[in-house]
């Protein structure tokens, strides 16, 4: 069996990556000894035998992107060619795309757009579309299935079991068989489930030995123990904070906008040293006690704001203390949910983003005819000749 996993990476600065999906992909592959277009081939001893044992990996797997197709009939006359629509389906499918809603079959195997590509109009209106189409597939029906049928009641019931033995193969396995219909390509929908639990394995080996509030423990002790580092994330960022803490920062928030306002009101009324005598007076004027009173209401939200920082811990540890184990369960739980979620959608907005540069390629290519260029060149030189005879130098 060949693999050819060499654009299975993430770039690096130093150096590129293996990411669980493609460690995902490549095991999985792997495994099941079966053919992967362009990525992974089964070759027989007597198919070696007749390539005189040549082993070149890409020989047998090629994963070299195939040439950007063009179409003279299409140049010259315009449409788009529907052979390179249902090159495209595998993409379209994963967004969900009805092809349909986009271009309309001439019957000759061509194809119209069903929006005026020639303008920013219809070019937008094209673009908001895909993003329409790929937001209606994320409906989320299948993750929702996969979640509540196999994922939480596995992770409710791990501290019971006490050992992860099996369940990232189970979880794995039952995520692309529920996504997988949805369109989502299985090693796309592999490497999201494996990611979610490389993201999540210390926190699943927490729960297994101590149960989900040593999870929520541990975040808070983190979050405790990063005051003394002073590279350390903000306090109110820390996800112990933010689940423990919520009503507190909902009012930091609310204290930090109004302090960014008053902020902007003194910078606007105050003075700089750079302006000169008209660019003071064109600015709003503030007498010297409306100034002074900003000030004042700012320096009272910045105290506000530091009293609360100040106060976040101790308010976190109250709440985890007085917190039951079903409160823990479901706080700590939740919090894995999304972060699965935001994997997901991650991978969506990769899909438009595909999708939309698929769509402008087409475009760039079809959307304009040869016959069509050569008119606006003929019409160009002639206006051109025009206006210098007019000049005089016809």
């Known amino acids: 069996m060949f693999i050819n996993a060499d654009r299975e990476y993430t770039e690096g600065r130093a150096q590129n990556m293996l990411r669980p999906g493609h460690e995902q992909k490549i095991v999985a592959t792997y495994r099941a000894f079966t053919n992967v277009d362009a990525f992974a081939r089964v070759v027989t001893a007597a198919e070696l035998a007749e390539n005189d044992f040549n082993c070149n990996i890409r020989r047998y797997a090629d994963n070299a992107p195939p040439p950007e197709p063009h179409d003279v009939r299409a140049h010259l006359h315009g449409g788009v060619p529907i052979a390179e629509l249902d090159d495209a389906a595998p993409l379209l499918a994963q967004a969900g795309i009805d092809i349909d809603a986009f271009f309309i079959d001439r019957g000759n195997g061509y194809a119209d757009w069903n929006h005026d590509i020639q303008t920013s109009e219809g070019r937008d209106a094209a673009r908001d579309a895909i993003q329409h189409a790929v937001a209606q597939q994320n409906s989320g029906s299948g993750f929702d299935k996969w979640w509540h049928e196999a994922a939480y009641p596995e992770l409710l019931a791990l501290p019971e079991k006490g050992t992860l033995v099996g369940l990232r193969s189970e979880l794995v396995e039952d995520f692309v068989s529920h996504l ?55 306090l109110a960022d820390q996800i112990a904070i933010r689940l423990l803490a919520g009503d507190a920062l909902d009012q930091r928030r609310e204290l930090a906008t109004e302090a960014a306002r008053l902020d902007a009101e003194i910078k606007a009324a105050e003075p700089s040293g750079d302006e000169d005598d008209e660019d003071v007076e064109s600015k709003d004027m503030v007498s010297p006690d409306d100034l002074k009173e900003l000030k004042a209401a700012r320096t009272k939200a910045k105290k506000g704001l530091k009293t609360i920082d100040a106060a976040l811990l101790v308010t976190s540890r109250t709440a985890l203390a007085g917190m039951s184990t079903e409160a823990a369960n479901d706080i700590v739980i939740g919090e894995l949910s999304h972060r699965i979620e935001r994997l997901l959608g991650d991978h969506y907005v990769s899909v438009v983003r595909h999708v939309i540069a698929w769509h402008d390629n087409l475009t760039g290519k079809y959307g304009v005819t040869l016959r069509e260029l050569e008119a606006a060149r003929n019409d160009a030189a002639a206006r051109l000749d025009k206006h210098l005879q007019e000049l005089g130098y016809g």
């Open 180 to 234: 997988e219909p949805e369109g989502i390509e299985r090693f796309a929908a592999a490497g999201i489930a494996a990611t979610w639990w490389e993201d999540s394995v210390f926190d699943l080996q927490a729960a297994a030995s101590r149960g989900w509030n040593a999870v929520l423990e541990g975040w808070l002790t983190t979050a405790e123990a990063t005051q003394d580092d002073k590279h350390a994330p903000d």
